[in-house]
C-alpha cells in the first residue's frame, strides 16, 4: 500500500483542547468517535503544542477549566492567540465554557465576572435568539459550571441568552462557535465535578449538589438531543462532513 492510500484511509481528526490531567471530553468526544472522526487530544498547559493550520484537522473543540481567560500564564495566552488559526481558515471550531470565553477574549471582547458576584454552577434556563431559534430547537435548561462571562464580540450572532450571564451561545464566521454550557457533561463527569469541586457550590446562586443529580433526570435528554442536532450542523460526519452536506443541499 502506498503512502498516499494509507493516507487516505486515516479517520479525519478533530483537534481536542483539554485543560486538566484528568479532564476528558465527554459526550461531544464519545459522539466525535461515533460519527467516524479520531481525537487528537492535546493539553497546552502541560506542554503540547497546537497545530499552526488546520489543514490535518477537520474541526477543534477547546474545552474548559478552573482557570479564567483573564490569567496571565503563558499557555493562555497561546491558546486565545491560537483561535487565530481555525477563524483565519474559516474551520470548524467549538469553544466551550472557557473555550468560549478564550474565543471571545480573541475577538475583542472582555471576559468578567458577573456584577452582583453570582456564579452558575448547576442548570439554568436559556432562551434562544431568533437567530438560534432559526439554527436548532434548544433546550429549556443546560448544565453550567462558571463564575465569569463573556461580552458579545463584535460582528458576532448571539443565539441563546441567560437570566445571570445574558450571552450563552454566539457564532462568529461560518464556523466558530462559543458557548457556555457544558453539553459534554457525562455522569461519570457530574459525579466528578460535584465532589471535587463541592466549594465551588456554596457560591452564590451555585445550585446544592442534589439539585444538580435532580436537574439531570429532567433535562439531560433534551441537552443530548440538541449536542447531536448541533454536530450535525457543525461538523457532520467523517464520511459526510457538514460542510459538504449543506453543498450538495
Request: neutral net charge.
Amino acid at each position: 500500500m502506498s503512502f498516499q492510500d494509507s493516507h487516505k484511509n486515516c479517520s479525519p481528526k478533530v483537534l481536542i483542547v483539554l485543560h486538566q490531567e484528568t479532564s476528558t471530553p465527554g459526550r461531544v468526544g464519545q459522539s466525535l468517535r461515533r460519527r467516524g472522526f479520531e481525537l487528537d487530544i492535546r493539553r497546552p498547559r502541560f506542554g503540547d503544542k497546537l497545530p499552526s493550520t488546520m489543514e490535518g484537522h477537520a474541526g477543534a473543540v477547546i474545552f474548559g477549566g478552573p482557570m479564567s481567560a483573564n490569567d496571565s500564564d503563558a499557555f493562555i495566552h497561546r491558546e486565545i492567540d491560537w483561535f487565530d488559526v481555525p477563524l483565519r481558515e474559516e474551520a470548524p471550531c467549538l469553544g466551550i465554557c472557557l473555550g468560549a470565553q478564550m474565543l471571545a477574549r480573541n475577538l475583542g471582547a472582555e471576559v468578567c465576572p458577573n456584577a452582583d458576584g453570582f456564579a452558575e454552577i448547576g442548570y439554568y434556563p436559556i432562551t434562544p435568539t431568533q437567530a438560534g431559534k432559526t439554527l436548532m430547537p434548544w433546550p429549556e435548561k443546560v448544565y453550567q459550571w462558571h463564575r465569569e462571562g463573556f461580552d458579545l464580540p463584535a460582528g458576532a450572532q448571539l443565539l441563546a441568552e441567560g437570566t445571570v450571564y445574558r450571552n450563552q451561545a454566539f457564532r462568529v464566521g461560518p464556523a466558530a462557535y462559543g458557548i457556555q454550557f457544558h453539553p459534554e457533561l457525562t455522569l461519570a463527569m457530574l459525579y466528578r465535578w460535584t465532589t471535587r469541586g463541592a466549594p465551588r457550590m456554596q457560591l452564590p446562586g451555585a445550585q446544592d449538589r442534589r439539585d444538580h443529580f435532580a436537574g439531570r433526570a429532567v433535562f439531560d435528554a433534551a441537552i443530548k438531543t440538541w449536542l447531536e442536532d448541533f454536530l450535525d450542523r457543525w461538523i457532520g460526519t467523517a464520511e459526510k462532513p457538514a460542510r459538504l452536506a449543506a453543498a450538495a443541499e
